[in-house]
């Protein structure tokens, strides 16, 4: 079936503009993850969300960075004013309820703000 | 802090040798997973281990786990050109949710080459 899929690939905005990030999750999958990476570095955790539980945003850096989930299915990541360092790689990934815990990520969105 | 941390940071091989990577964590897991990640991209899960097991097996993949020392370490047995990637290793904390909320380390950059 068809993975994780992400939209739009690449994003370019000025500094100070609102962006929009899309999640399409596998099917079925009741967790859904969003994560960022920095150039040469690793995963940064922003947020999860899991079946209709309050998401978990304990790693959203900052209020400017906001995400929901509707339906239970395509989540939007939200990032208003941005700022330059806001530039990243910004990761989707669903996975089915515990005990299974694979993740299976989306192709990524690749953020610049000028 | 980081929770996983591979070293080396960066491995150069040449083809066919066998390349060794290891993740340190520092909290009790459920299991721990190692990605795949090609070009900055998407990762790819490659193996889970859950937190009873000391040794799993896929294909060219060796990995092993060490609870006591909270340490794991990836084996990739007659490295091919295509095995060039950057490898992450995650770990499942022990938590009482439902969802696997995964936390990566910094990763390992490999090169293979010919």
């Known amino acids: 079936g068809a993975g994780v899929s992400q939209s739009p690939s690449n994003k370019v905005t000025e500094k100070g503009k609102d962006v929009e990030l899309r999640c399409d999750p596998i099917s079925g999958h009741t967790a859904l993850y969003w994560y960022r990476q920095s150039l040469g570095q690793g995963l940064e955790f922003l947020i999860y969300?899991?079946?209709?539980?309050?998401?978990?945003k304990s790693g959203l850096p900052s209020d400017r960075f906001s995400a929901e989930r509707t339906g239970g299915s395509v989540s939007t990541l939200t990032i208003q004013r941005t700022q330059q360092e806001d530039s990243a790689v910004y990761l989707c990934?669903?996975?089915?309820?515990?005990?299974?815990?694979?993740?299976?990520f989306g192709p990524g969105t690749r953020l610049l703000v000028l | 802090s980081q929770q996983g941390e591979e070293d080396p940071q960066a491995l150069s091989i040449q083809e066919g040798e066998n390349a060794t990577m290891n993740c340190s964590y520092k909290t009790s897991i459920n299991n721990l997973q190692w990605y795949r990640q090609n070009s900055g991209r998407g990762l790819v899960h490659l193996i889970l281990i859950r937190s009873n097991e000391r040794e799993k097996h896929s294909g060219r993949l060796r990995v092993t786990l060490d609870t006591s020392k909270k340490s794991s370490s990836l084996l990739i047995t007659a490295s091919r050109a295509a095995d060039t990637a950057s490898y992450f290793c995650?770990?499942?904390?022990?938590?009482?949710?439902?969802?696997?909320?995964?936390?990566f380390g910094t990763g390992t950059r490999l090169q293979v080459t010919l």
């Open positions: 995650a770990t499942d904390s022990l938590n009482t949710g439902t969802a696997s909320k995964l936390t």
């Open positions: 990934a669903s996975s089915l309820s515990r005990p299974e815990g694979t993740q299976y």
């Open positions: 969300f899991q079946g209709n539980s309050a998401p978990d």
